[in-house]
């Protein structure tokens, strides 16, 4: 290095030939002019020459750009070698930014903890559990929301405790395992980085005891009218309650305590099962349900009516008989079936035949008079009984028979005049001129009346068609039809239906038109 100070000289020439270019002009208007004396020094620039070796090759571009790594030992000297280091287009820009950086980052602010939580109340309490509910703060802050600590201690004592060893982040707690008849109070905080919460707190304290709630019967509807079924059916009943403790459920029949051995009772901690398992008629009766809470007690009572088929009327007599008709009179049965009578039936029977006819239903009295009997015969009558579960079994038959005396009656068959339907032959609908196409079936119709009925014939062109198979011709109830089986060219013309009877004969007629079917490619050719 010490041996090369002629290459250093050289190097400056180089340097006093360059600095015409127009990139030291536009640096200096920055530097103040009392600099410029030392720039004209270059002893000062003398140490730092070690970079002209990489501008030996003067012909690369490289050694213009070797003066600005040593732009930071010059800024030690003077600001003025600072400039013509850099590029000059982006010399005033470079120079800003440097001093923004110099700044420190702001520091983030402190965590805060949140507010309360909100609308802390009791949602349910038992004799070991007091449930919680809340709704979240209504400010979490930068810092989030990790969860939630439900504190609790005993009436008149001080000492918080919390009862979730973990965070919950559910607004619904339960505080378990807790001594029945204990008074606590209770709070809950919410927390996060910045710390606890102010508390929200129950206003007063809370008593681990099952809350009463009063009992309630929910009747089924059905149930509320009479109950009434069959005997020998099976009686299956729920009737839902509600209460809080346990409601002690009872139940009786008439007053007095229900008997185990035809009836079966059991409960639920929400319903009463009512069950018999083939009902008999002694089932009947008032049942009274009670639901009791402490002092609390909620009835209902239930009507249930096991009814049968009643018995025969008691009694039954004929009372008189005169000219076709007989008077009887009955009594109520003795068994209405454990409901009441809904009506009678009343039946008789020939003494030749021995056959039973009904001949009233549902009859509502206890007397009736049966008429339109016949005449020189004998009769015997019986009557059954009817409510809800049917006709009873046995009926009451009267002990005599009612005779219908024959009597001198005269029977004049009434006088009429045969009324006479003769008719001529008379058309009641027209043919209306048609038009066909050829090889395409037609049919041409008419309707005509007349008695005795008509003779039919169709004609083509006045000459009779008779039997010729090209043509079918039908007459069903006055209906007249002519097919024409794929008509011709030469089909046309006028056709003509003639009636004929023996008091005249109708002609109707119209005209056939046959064309040939268009063909859409004919017209294209």
């Known amino acids: 290095?010490?041996?090369?100070?002629?290459?250093?000289?050289?190097?400056?020439?180089?340097?006093?030939?360059?600095?015409?270019?127009?990139?030291?002009?536009?640096?200096?208007?920055?530097?103040?002019?009392?600099?410029?004396?030392?720039?004209?020094?270059?002893?000062?620039?003398a140490p730092p020459a070690e970079a002209p070796p990489v501008e030996a090759p003067p012909a690369e571009a490289p050694p213009v750009e070797a003066?600005?790594?040593?732009?930071?030992?010059?800024?030690?000297?003077?600001?003025?070698?600072?400039p013509p280091a850099e590029v000059p287009k982006d010399a005033p820009a470079a120079e800003a930014p440097p001093a923004e950086e110099i700044k420190a980052p702001t520091p983030p602010p402190p965590a805060e903890p949140t507010s309360e939580p909100l609308e802390l109340v009791v949602e349910d309490v038992n004799d070991v559990a007091v449930t919680l509910q809340w709704r979240p703060p209504a400010t979490i802050g930068n810092a989030g929301l990790d969860g939630y600590i439900v504190e609790c201690?005993?009436?008149?004592?001080?000492?918080?405790?919390?009862?979730?060893?973990?965070?919950?982040?559910?607004?619904?707690?339960?505080?378990?395992?807790?001594?029945?008849?204990?008074?606590?109070?209770?709070?809950?905080?919410?927390?996060?980085?910045?710390?606890?919460?102010?508390?929200?707190?129950?206003?007063?304290?809370?008593?681990?005891?099952?809350?009463?709630?009063?009992?309630?019967?929910?009747l089924p509807r059905f149930?509320?009218?009479?109950?009434?079924?069959?005997?020998?059916?099976?009686?299956?009943?729920v009737i839902p309650f509600s209460g809080k403790p346990q409601p002690a459920v009872t139940w009786t029949k008439d007053g007095q305590p229900i008997d185990a051995k035809r009836v079966n009772i059991r409960n639920t901690d929400r319903d009463s099962i009512f069950f018999i398992r083939a009902s008999e008629r002694a089932d009947s009766g008032v049942y009274e349900m009670c639901v009791k809470v402490e002092s609390f007690e909620d009835k209902a009572q239930l009507t249930l009516q096991i009814i049968e088929l009643p018995g025969p009327p008691g009694s039954i007599k004929i009372v008189d008989t005169w000219g076709f008709n007989v008077a009887l009179e009955w009594t109520e049965p003795k068994d209405n079936g454990n409901t009441t009578i809904t009506g009678y039936t009343v039946q008789k029977a020939d003494k030749k035949t021995g056959?039973?006819?009904?001949?009233?239903?549902?009859?509502?009295?206890?007397?009736?008079?049966?008429?339109?009997?016949?005449?020189?015969?004998?009769?015997?009558?019986?009557?059954?009984?009817?409510?809800?579960?049917?006709?009873?079994?046995?009926?009451?038959?009267?002990?005599?028979?009612?005779t219908i005396q024959k009597t001198g009656i005269d029977y004049k068959p009434p006088d009429y005049k045969e009324h006479n339907f003769s008719e001529a032959p008379k058309f009641t609908t027209n043919m209306p001129d048609r038009c066909a196409t050829v090889g395409y079936t037609t049919k041409l119709l008419c309707a005509v009346r007349g008695f005795p009925k008509p003779k039919i014939q169709w004609?083509?062109?006045?000459?009779?068609?008779?039997?010729?198979?090209?043509?079918?011709?039908?007459?069903?109830?006055?209906?007249?039809?002519?097919?024409?089986?794929?008509?011709?060219?030469?089909?046309?013309?006028?056709?003509?239906?003639?009636?004929?009877?023996?008091?005249?004969?109708?002609?109707?007629s119209c005209k056939l038109e046959v064309k040939q079917p268009v063909n859409p490619d004919a017209d294209k050719k």
């Open 1 to 45: 290095m010490p041996g090369k100070p002629a290459p250093i000289k050289k190097g400056v020439k180089v340097a006093k030939k360059e600095a015409p270019p127009p990139s030291k002009p536009k640096p200096a208007p920055e530097a103040p002019p009392a600099e410029a004396p030392p720039a004209e020094a270059p002893p000062v620039e």
């Open 459 to 508: 004609m083509k062109n006045q000459m009779i068609i008779g039997d010729d198979p090209k043509f079918r011709q039908l007459n069903n109830q006055g209906i007249c039809s002519l097919e024409i089986r794929k008509p011709g060219n030469f089909d046309g013309g006028v056709y003509a239906c003639k009636a004929i009877n023996e008091y005249g004969e109708a002609v109707v």
């Open 223 to 237: 149930l509320r009218q009479r109950y009434v079924i069959n005997v020998g059916e099976k009686v299956n009943l």
């Open 153 to 218: 201690c005993k009436e008149g004592t001080g000492d918080w405790k919390a009862v979730n060893e973990e965070l919950t982040i559910s607004c619904r707690y339960v505080i378990k395992n807790q001594t029945t008849g204990d008074r606590l109070n209770i709070r809950v905080v919410a927390v996060n980085a910045g710390g606890r919460s102010p508390p929200a707190t129950l206003p007063d304290a809370v008593l681990v005891r099952e809350v009463v709630d009063r009992p309630k019967i929910r």
């Open 67 to 82: 003066p600005p790594a040593e732009a930071p030992p010059a800024a030690e000297a003077a600001p003025v070698e600072a």
């Open 355 to 402: 056959d039973w006819f009904t001949v009233l239903e549902h009859y509502h009295r206890l007397n009736a008079t049966i008429s339109d009997l016949i005449m020189g015969n004998t009769y015997s009558f019986r009557v059954f009984s009817e409510n809800k579960c049917g006709i009873s079994n046995d009926a009451a038959v009267t002990k005599n028979f009612a």
